[in-house]
């Protein structure tokens, strides 16, 4: 019977550390898998893609068997329609752009294609490079170019190990709009490797954190990340939230994507790759949020988000205080002094206002 989903239920040791998954990610959208480094991320993505052969347990995409050790059955790698990209590329130094596309291209099964080699140009703006080879490119450009000649295989399966992971932060704004919905544009599902909590936001769907060879949860991304944490990397959390709003708006001329959050509206750096309607994930680090007891003016934060404190935490031995506020049917936190608390006033029910800088954005 057919099935929507990768069933994954595998086992891989090594000196020192085992992998132990049983796991089924769906068939749709952008899954994440996340965690600190040495959790096994990239090598659940190896068993998967048929790099590695497991010790045990089996691998089924939809009704097609790919592993089966008690069967004696391993599909090899080049037999499985999987496309991968990883951190460096791996593009033909030989080869100009045009000619690393080409050789996807002529390659792959183009006959039932929803696609040209002419779209996937488009789509990720290589016109004006297909005539460099790669070692004159940027990094940015690079990667551009990696996903574009693995979409010209026309995978049904789309696995991305830490692809942005090589890329300084430049260059990482530039090339994660390409990767917004891939999906969505071309109809292969995705699984995404990353212990970086802002690209897991931005793109997933879906995410499972991995830690120590095992799932320790799964889930819609907003929710999975905010019960596990959602600092800037999986190694070092921190105090904050992930919202979920709807885009409003895009504005052209401050170059900002509007996105309403329960009563309030906030401005993030424009992001066109969201249509407008469209969900979008917002992650706020709570020490960039402040906290103001009647509705500011004159001021540069244009974030300003009506709230209600359900919950304070005083840090022992910390000059801050940990807030809970409530933003429509969302939960976001603020990490303040201890001194400005009580200068405020500030009391659990308290009807308030949350402040957090356009700025504060990274991607």
């Given at each position: 019977?057919?099935?929507?989903?990768?069933?994954?239920?595998?086992?891989?040791?090594?000196?020192?550390?085992?992998?132990?998954?049983?796991?089924?990610?769906?068939?749709?959208?952008?899954?994440?898998?996340?965690?600190?480094?040495?959790?096994?991320?990239?090598?659940?993505?190896?068993?998967?893609?048929?790099?590695?052969?497991?010790?045990?347990?089996?691998?089924?995409?939809?009704?097609a068997l790919w592993c089966d050790i008690g069967a004696g059955l391993h599909v090899p790698a080049h037999r499985r329609p999987i496309g991968t990209v990883f951190q460096d590329g791996r593009l033909f130094p030989h080869l100009t752009v045009e000619q690393n596309l080409f050789y996807a291209d002529k390659r792959s099964d183009?006959?039932?294609?929803?696609?040209?080699?002419?779209?996937?140009?488009?789509?990720?703006?290589?016109?004006?490079?297909?005539?460099?080879?790669?070692?004159?490119?940027?990094?940015?450009?690079?990667?551009?170019?990696?996903?574009?000649?693995?979409?010209?295989?026309?995978?049904?399966?789309?696995?991305?190990?830490?692809?942005?992971?090589?890329?300084?932060?430049?260059?990482?704004?530039?090339?994660?709009?390409?990767?917004?919905?891939?999906?969505?544009?071309?109809?292969?599902?995705?699984?995404?490797?990353?212990?970086?909590?802002?690209?897991?936001?931005?793109?997933?769907?879906?995410?499972?954190?991995?830690?120590?060879?095992?799932?320790?949860?799964?889930?819609?991304?907003?929710?999975?990340?905010?019960?596990?944490?959602?600092?800037?990397?999986?190694?070092?959390?921190?105090?904050?939230?992930?919202?979920?709003?709807?885009?409003?708006?895009?504005?052209?001329?401050?170059?900002?994507?509007?996105?309403?959050?329960?009563?309030?509206?906030?401005?993030?750096?424009?992001?066109?790759?969201?249509?407008?309607?469209?969900?979008?994930?917002?992650?706020?680090?709570?020490?960039?949020?402040?906290?103001?007891?009647?509705?500011?003016?004159?001021?540069?934060?244009?974030?300003?988000?009506?709230?209600?404190?359900?919950?304070?935490?005083?840090?022992?031995?910390?000059?801050?205080?940990?807030?809970?506020?409530?933003?429509?049917?969302?939960?976001?936190?603020?990490?303040?002094?201890?001194?400005?608390?009580?200068?405020?006033?500030?009391?659990?029910?308290?009807?308030?206002?949350?402040?957090?800088?356009?700025?504060?954005?990274?991607?």
């Amino acid at each position: 019977m057919f099935t929507d989903h990768i069933d994954i239920k595998t086992r891989r040791a090594f000196a020192g550390f085992t992998l132990d998954v049983e796991q089924k990610i769906p068939l749709a959208g952008c899954t994440a898998v996340f965690g600190p480094s040495g959790a096994g991320k990239s090598t659940l993505l190896r068993l998967i893609a048929g790099f590695l052969r497991p010790d045990a347990g089996r691998i089924a995409f939809g009704e097609a068997l790919w592993c089966d050790i008690g069967a004696g059955l391993h599909v090899p790698a080049h037999r499985r329609p999987i496309g991968t990209v990883f951190q460096d590329g791996r593009l033909f130094p030989h080869l100009t752009v045009e000619q690393n596309l080409f050789y996807a291209d002529k390659r792959s099964d183009a006959g039932e294609a929803k696609y040209s080699r002419a779209d996937i140009v488009a789509a990720f703006d290589l016109k004006p490079i297909l005539d460099r080879r790669p070692v004159t490119l940027s990094g940015g450009e690079r990667q551009r170019v990696a996903l574009a000649r693995t979409m010209l295989t026309r995978p049904k399966l789309l696995l991305l190990d830490e692809p942005l992971s090589a890329l300084d932060r430049g260059r990482k704004a530039e090339i994660i709009p390409y990767l917004d919905n891939l999906a969505g544009k071309f109809g292969a599902p995705v699984i995404y490797v990353s212990h970086n909590v802002d690209e897991i936001v931005r793109i997933a769907d879906q995410t499972v954190i991995l830690k120590s060879g095992r799932v320790e949860a799964t889930g819609a991304t907003a929710e999975i990340l905010n019960a596990y944490g959602v600092g800037t990397d999986a190694d070092a959390f921190e105090s904050g939230a992930v919202l979920t709003g709807s885009v409003i708006a895009h504005d052209e001329a401050y170059r900002l994507t509007r996105v309403a959050l329960g009563d309030g509206v906030i401005s993030l750096p424009i992001n066109k790759q969201k249509p407008v309607g469209e969900a979008v994930n917002i992650r706020i680090d709570a020490r960039n949020v402040a906290i103001a007891t009647a509705a500011p003016s004159n001021i540069s934060i244009r974030n300003v988000l009506p709230a209600t404190i359900t919950a304070m935490n005083r840090r022992p031995d910390s000059p801050f205080v940990d807030i809970i506020l409530r933003v429509g049917d969302a939960i976001l936190q603020a990490q303040i002094t201890t001194a400005a608390s009580d200068d405020l006033a500030l009391a659990s029910g308290q009807s308030v206002y949350a402040l957090v800088k356009t700025a504060s954005f990274e991607i």
